[in-house]
């Protein structure tokens, strides 16, 4: 199986700040690697899929990148609605595997 | 537009089954994979299986082989997961996503959609 670490599992930030969350393969994933945003209660939403291209519809403050078998999401110029979780999912091979999530708290 | 809606809540005692549905509409169901994921309190997305409208194929997550069955109605357009043997630790909110296209590659063809999630309660 593909294990997908995540980091870090939780931070704190302002609104403004810039953010980044990293995803790591246990082997490479050919950036079959999707980002997903989700707050409490709520379904989760994708964001980035193919590593780094941006759902319709999603602020262009998000961005995913790709180094080898670290994927990145960053999120520039932090807004309010922007306080959540964040998980990374795998889909290069089955299982599917998530990364364990990153919560983003207001500072 | 295309959606999935989920099931009611269900509340079940210790060692019995669930089945979950999930109906789809706004797309060719037959032609997408569906992948059934959970969530327990607090905690993060686990992936259960997923199955294919299209020739019937499965796969199970390892932890759940033996105890889950994903089926689908092609004359509803609606999958069906089936957890048996339940305990404590299978409360969680069960989502259904659509996971690729059978037909051709698409990259954006994955876990675009999702239910709206279905409760668990095992008690």
């Known amino acids: 199986d593909i294990q997908m670490t995540q980091s870090p599992s939780a931070m704190s930030a302002s609104v403004g700040d810039r953010v980044t969350i990293t995803c790591r393969a246990s082997?490479?994933?050919?950036?079959?690697l999707e980002w997903f945003q989700q707050k409490p209660g709520r379904v989760p939403k994708r964001l980035i899929y193919?590593?780094?291209r941006l759902e319709s519809g999603v602020p262009s403050r998000f961005s995913g990148s790709a180094s080898g078998t670290e994927y990145t999401l960053t999120i520039n110029n932090l807004q309010p609605e922007d306080f959540a979780t964040y998980f990374c999912?795998?889909?290069?091979?089955?299982?599917?595997?998530f990364g364990q999530g990153t919560k983003v708290e207001s500072k | 537009q295309v959606t999935l809606v989920q099931s009611g809540p269900e509340v079940k005692k210790p060692g019995a089954s669930v089945k979950v549905s999930c109906e789809t509409s706004?797309?060719?169901?037959?032609?997408?994979?569906i992948s059934w994921v959970r969530q327990a309190p607090g905690q993060g997305l686990e992936w259960v299986g997923w199955?294919?409208?299209?020739?019937?194929?499965?796969n199970y997550a390892q932890k759940f082989q033996g105890r889950v069955t994903m089926t689908t109605d092609t004359s509803t357009n609606t999958a069906y997961m089936e957890l048996r043997t339940l305990t404590s630790d299978d409360t969680a909110v069960y989502f259904c996503?659509?996971?690729?296209?059978?037909?051709?590659?698409?990259?954006?063809?994955?876990?675009?959609?999702w239910g709206q999630g279905t409760p668990v309660t095992v008690s």
């Open positions: 996503a659509r996971d690729g296209r059978g037909d051709y590659y698409g990259v954006g063809d994955f876990f675009d959609y």
């Open positions: 082997q490479g994933i050919s950036n079959y």
């Open positions: 199955l294919a409208p299209y020739n019937g194929n499965t």
């Open positions: 193919g590593a780094s």
């Open positions: 706004g797309y060719t169901f037959s032609i997408y994979g």
């Open positions: 999912l795998q889909y290069k091979n089955y299982p599917r595997t």
